[in-house]
């Protein structure tokens, strides 16, 4: 893996000016096999549950939400709704998450998201003991190594519960 010098994405900008470390990573894990996948991952020094995903919702009382969770997980709507103020809860759909977000899809960052739109922001509650997790950089292939606290701290998002029971 090379290390050239990667030009900073706007979250990235956006926690340097706030004194939030994080580490920028070039992942392209998309279409690789579970093997491949994992050996990437291992170079950095992550595992496949690190990776969390964020996604948009519209809340009935609130409009757009965030929220950020494992990627191996499922969200429950149900329990973002309640976290939320919100009776009903539904997911974005693509058609109009760039214009809502900011973000196309697989690119969607917690940090980019607050500093443009400042929409609430959840993070599924596992998150608050992780030392770090990864969050996409707001580019395709690109990921943010974060400390979860931190993040949360500066976007003023709550920890709550956001898993779908199995």
Do not use: C
Not at 30 to 37: F, G, I, N, T, V
Not at 62 to 71: C, D, E, N, Q, W
Not at 98 to 117: E, R
Not at 140 to 155: E, F, W
Request: aromatic share 6%.
């Amino acid at each position: 893996m090379s290390k050239k010098k990667m030009k900073k994405t706007l979250p990235e900008q956006v926690m340097e000016k706030h004194n939030i470390p994080y580490e920028a990573l070039s992942l392209n894990i998309l279409d690789k096999s579970e093997a491949e996948r994992d050996a990437i991952l291992e170079t950095f020094h992550v595992k496949h549950d690190d990776i969390y995903k964020t996604l948009a919702a519209e809340g009935d009382k609130t409009g757009p939400i965030v929220a950020v969770l494992p990627i191996t997980s499922h969200l429950s709507l149900k329990k973002l709704a309640a976290a939320s103020g919100n009776k009903k809860v539904s997911m974005l759909p693509l058609k109009v998450l760039q214009k809502t977000t900011g973000y196309i899809h697989g690119a969607n960052n917690p940090v980019g998201i607050w500093q443009n739109k400042h929409f609430p922001i959840f993070f599924e509650q596992t998150a608050q003991k992780a030392p770090y997790i990864l969050v996409s950089g707001g580019e395709l292939g690109r990921s943010d190594k974060i400390n979860p606290v931190d993040v949360a701290s500066l976007v003023g998002a709550s920890f709550v519960d956001l898993l779908e029971n199995d």
